[in-house]
């Protein structure tokens, strides 16, 4: 919210067309960490066998796998942001739903005699 004054409005409708979003992109990370792998694989260890290789591999090596691991973190986060999204939305309707029920079903009667009884 901002100085101006502003008020966040945000729509269910509004959440549950975004959530989606969410789920196509941690599907194309997903995607993209598994070609990083394949292709990373596929190449095999460009350095050499000798001291210069075997140092390099040593700070690659652990930098390559925190890097897939980070990666699949944020696959997953933006596929449970999906979910939790799509939860909230569906918890709205059904709260509305059920205030909307508790509140039909309430009759006053009327007091015909204006006694207040």
Known sequence: MGDNGEILDIKIADIKRTAPHFSD???ALAHA???LKHGLSAVGAPWGDDNQGEAFH???GPLVKRIEHSTQILADGLAS???AMTDMADGHIDNEELVRAMF???HVAHDTKGDGK
């Open 104 to 106: 039909s079903r309430i």
């Open 25 to 27: 992109q941690s599907i």
């Open 81 to 83: 942001i999906h979910e």
């Open 58 to 60: 040593k700070a690659y």
């Open 33 to 35: 960490l598994t070609k």
